[in-house]
Nanobody, 122 residues
């Protein structure tokens, strides 16, 4: 079983930055593709970014390309989401996700964290 715990959310002004972390546990978690989703109030959960188990390939939603960067440290079983140039529309609960296949991580991952709130003020 894979367990995911997010941290790093908070309140930031528009134009600011935050870095989210997701600590993963499980014997083979370093072989999992990882991703981030977000859900704003009254909206469906949406894909944000994903990274292959090796870190060699990354994928982003168009809305965050050029502003967000996903990375991972397999020695620490941790994936990060660096968020720069934040906008009020980035306000959401951000969820970490994991699955063995990168294509599944970007759509319907099998493992989820509990979420961390990010609020961007204008």
């Amino acid at each position: 079983q894979v367990q995911l715990v997010e941290s790093g959310g908070g309140l930031v002004q528009a134009g600011g930055s935050l870095r989210l972390s997701c600590a993963a546990s499980g014997r083979t978690v370093s072989s999992y593709a990882m991703g981030w989703f977000r859900q704003a109030p009254g909206k469906e959960r949406e894909f944000v970014a994903a990274i292959t188990w090796s870190g060699g390939s990354t994928y982003y939603a168009d809305s965050v390309k050029g502003r967000f960067t996903i990375s991972r440290d397999n020695a620490k079983n941790t994936v990060y989401l660096q968020m720069n140039s934040l906008k009020p529309e980035d306000t959401a609960v951000y969820y970490c996700a994991a699955d063995r296949v990168i294509q599944v991580v970007t759509t319907t991952p099998g493992h989820w964290g509990q979420g961390t709130q990010v609020t961007v003020s204008s």
